[in-house]
């Protein structure tokens, strides 16, 4: 790899291994609780990190793909997103009493 795509992922990785330490030591109110990369949440933590960063590049990934493979112009490609995030929104909406039992089965409480 090159040193240009080296150098930011170190970077990267460095902040992202100083971000508990910041935290925790050098805020009077943390966006996350510094008890949240301690004991049982680490893994709980580390699991919802991995998902989320994995999320992320699917939007990229998937609009290329439209527009590259399939030959969408970008104003199709972003119609197909609005799609998909309308029926988010309301799959959402609709399964809000359902995961009531699971907010208590993972709660920290």
């Known amino acids: 790899m ?6 930011p992922i170190a970077v990267g990785c460095a902040l992202l291994a100083l971000f508990p330490l910041i935290e925790a030591r050098l805020t009077s109110s943390p966006l996350v609780p510094p008890k ?6 680490r893994l709980r933590t580390g699991l919802c990190c991995c998902f989320s960063a994995a999320l992320f590049p699917m939007w990229y990934v998937s609009s290329l793909y439209l527009q590259q493979v399939l030959g969408l112009s970008p104003l199709d490609a972003g119609l197909t997103f609005l799609a998909d995030g309308i029926d988010d929104h309301g799959v959402g909406e609709r399964s809000q009493p359902a995961r009531e039992p699971l907010r208590c089965a993972f709660s920290t409480r």
Do not use: E, K, S
């Open 36 to 41: 949240a990369f301690t004991g049982p949440l």
């Open 2 to 7: 090159a040193a240009g795509a080296l150098v």
